[in-house]
């Protein structure tokens, strides 16, 4: 909230407060499966048109950026970047490589959607370059059994 009210003020804008995260999705300590299974939503109004700098702390595969910028793109806004205190991604890069795009839709077709529930085009670089790692969509589907599994082992560990 802080950093979000710096950067309004830096850059004579304002701090957009009624758009939320629907649900916590627990991803301090995930790994990259997990972290691609709790995908956030949001809500809230979005004024057509309006530019938006989103603001985060950490970024480590980029979902969160990514599915909130889809809600602000879909409700009528407009990203015009983001602001990060660390980038703990591999890929410095948002926008995932067009051979990762074209070896996943090669490899996986549609399966991509509809294990994750994501287009791949819709794929951050850090995403893509994830799965890339994959041979097939067997291997994803038992490394999700594995993160749900892990996921709950973590939660249960803190009290959740």
Known sequence: MILSLMAAEILDGESETD?????????TGAD????????????????????????????????????????????G???????LLANAGRSKEFKPAKQH?????????????????????????????YLVGFRTADEIRNRCTKAEKETRLRLLSKGY
Request: glycine share 10%.
């Open 101 to 129: 795009i074209r070896l996943l839709r090669e490899r996986f077709g549609d399966e991509i959607r509809q294990i994750f529930g994501i287009h791949i085009s819709a794929l951050t670089a850090n995403e893509a370059g």
């Open 77 to 83: 806004g407009r990203v015009l970047g983001t602001i």
């Open 19 to 27: 758009i939320v995260q629907l649900q916590r999705v627990f991803h």
């Open 32 to 75: 990259p499966m997990e972290r691609l299974r709790l995908r956030p939503s949001f809500e809230g109004t979005v004024k057509q048109g309006a530019p938006f700098v989103l603001v985060d702390d950490v970024s480590n595969m980029g979902g969160t950026l990514a599915e909130l910028a889809n809600y602000l793109l879909l409700n």
